[in-house]
């Protein structure tokens, strides 16, 4: 992928072999975030992952919206959270919240994290009664 994108580090080849992500710039400038896989939950995400073409000419392998949620709430960060509510209200109604709740929490467990998966319930809750109150 370094010969194809523009890294965003000097060190992008060994920062991605010690964190597990590649930070690239695609030629329209867009900044991208490769994840590479190391548990089960990434080899499962990447069992479901499609190809999305945002040219003729280029495509990408991407996550399902299910995964990106997982990821993201995995992470945690504030942009994170925010990216997750931007998801489910884009997917609404098409999401397997299911799935979603079901590789989350055993992640989240290991990182020490469970009441992150709270906070997932707590947007998702909020996301249903924005999108379903009436005017």
Known sequence: ??????????????????????????????????TLGAVPFEERTVQRASNWSWTEN????????EDLIVHKAFAGRGLDWGDVERVLIRQHGKLDLKQIRAELKPLLELKGEPEALEKLEQILATVERRLNAKP
Not at 6 to 34: N, P, W
Not at 58 to 65: D, G, I, M, P, Y
């Open 1 to 34: 992928m370094l010969e194809t994108f523009a890294a965003r580090r000097a060190d992008a080849r060994e920062f991605a072999l010690s964190r597990r992500v590649l930070l690239i710039r695609t030629s329209e400038g867009v900044d991208v975030d490769v």
């Open 58 to 65: 280029q495509s990408l392998f991407t996550c399902s919206a």
